[in-house]
């Protein structure tokens, strides 16, 4: 063997191992920045989708506790007793909007880049929380309270109830084609089984709090029938 052709051999077989451990080194040190990349996006994903969740959720439910508005008379039972149902789904809702606003404000890149809502959505957000929150807790004073309260928490309640029912069917409407995007059957995505298990717990929530505050709705039921 020529000594040019054994000198390359041999220079061949040190860079080899050489090229092998940059290739790792580079490999091991990107990893964690596309890491970085897939998880402040997943970041803005897992909160639409929850979003998305939560919100799919609260339409029907409330398109119910809409139909006893109507029927009062009849369906106060189920009125008051969905009602109380609501509120822990309807705190998982204001928690997760909440976390995009206070991530976008905040200046979180992902956040930033998705851009904010409408700004007429954005105009009308701070009544929609905060007619949201004035509705269900004077609901629930009303029922804990009982029917001594009447006077004073009820013509809040219907006030704030007013006033909150116009926003909400705004941003429902807004939110709409976002939500049916986010729902279509898709390949299954990291944390659907954690999205899915905090709507369930949300709901059994509500649903302990609606048993436990029942036997309050009686009083009720018996002042609307006197009228």
Sequence with gaps: MAPAELRRRIAGRVAAPAQRGRRRIVGRVAAPADLGRRSAGGGVEANELLTAAVGAVLLVLLAVEGVTIVF???LLFVHMFLGMLLVPVVLVKLASTGYRFVRY???ARAFRAKGPPPI????SAPVLVATTLIVFATGTALLVGGTSVRGTLLPIHKISFIVWGPVFVLHILAHLPATVRALRPRPRRPGTAMRGGLVLAALLAGL???LVLAPDIAPWMHAHRRG
């Design 105 to 107: 404000y905040a200046g």
């Design 208 to 210: 302990v709090v609606a």
């Design 120 to 123: 007429l959505l954005r105009v």
């Design 72 to 74: 009062l008379r009849p």
